[in-house]
């Protein structure tokens, strides 16, 4: 069965400083990866996600990931933080013909002025 | 900007009640979802929908749930019986395909078990 770790559970960063959230996935083959971020009070809102090709992948609010498949991440990274940007973020994965996503625990980010 | 919606935003209840939580899937979508996610826990997979039948459910899928598509647009997730430990945030995904098919979330219904 595929899992998702993330392994820091709490972040706190200064507004403008950049931001790099872990995520390591257990599974055989590539699966699809995603971000999520969760503001509060709101839903889940994709930021990302890597189904093949570039390894490198943009995504709304400036926020980018890169898929190592020899370290089995896909870390989130944003070069300048905002203070909008304090949330839950949760990594996900699934298989390409299956219906269900696996979330990891979520990272929770704060960010001080 | 087309959205996957929610209702009641919250729900209390008390234990042994019947509870109805309500989705409205975006239009076009074909595939629908819960996950829920226990205050301080990961967002759990329960069920997926397609074609007017679950095409999985994960053990947390007992039989005191169940999932329908009444009326071709609302998308329904019926607790038979609450529990203490169904008070969760419930949230409601919907999808166009199922390969490479990204999940659209509702904003999520705060259920409260007493």
């Known amino acids: 069965a595929q899992s998702v770790t993330q392994p820091d559970i709490h972040i706190t960063v200064s507004e403008g400083a950049s931001l790099e959230l872990r995520c390591n996935y257990s599974?055989?083959?590539?699966?699809?990866l995603f971000w999520y971020v969760q503001s509060p009070g709101q839903g889940l809102q994709l930021l990302l996600k890597?189904?093949?090709?570039?390894?490198l992948v943009q995504g709304i609010k400036g926020f980018e990931a890169e898929f190592k498949r020899s370290q089995s991440s896909f870390n989130l990274r944003k070069p300048s933080v905002h203070w909008s940007d304090a949330a839950e973020y949760f990594c996900?994965?699934?298989?390409?013909?299956?219906?269900?996503?696996?979330f990891g625990a979520g990272t929770t980010v704060t960010v001080r002025a | 900007e087309p959205e996957v919606t929610q209702t009641p935003s919250h729900q209390v209840t008390q234990m042994g009640q019947e509870v109805i939580l309500r989705c409205v899937p975006i239009?076009?979508?074909?595939?629908f979802y819960w996950y829920r996610q226990i205050l301080g826990q990961k967002v759990e997979f329960l069920v997926s929908?397609?074609?007017?039948?679950?095409?999985?459910k994960s053990e947390i899928f007992d039989d005191q749930f169940s999932v329908e598509r009444p009326d071709g647009s609302n998308f329904t997730l019926k607790i038979r019986s609450t529990k203490l430990e169904d008070s969760a945030m419930y949230f409601c995904?919907?999808?166009?395909?199922?390969?490479?098919?990204?999940?659209?979330f509702g904003e999520g219904s705060r259920l409260t078990v007493l």
């Open positions: 995904a919907s999808s166009d395909r199922i390969n490479t098919g990204e999940l659209f």
């Open positions: 599974y055989g083959a590539t699966p699809y």
């Open positions: 890597y189904f093949s090709g570039d390894t």
């Open positions: 996900a994965v699934r298989r390409s013909n299956d219906y269900k996503l696996s």
């Open positions: 239009s076009n979508h074909l595939y």
């Open positions: 929908f397609y074609n007017n039948e679950i095409s999985e």
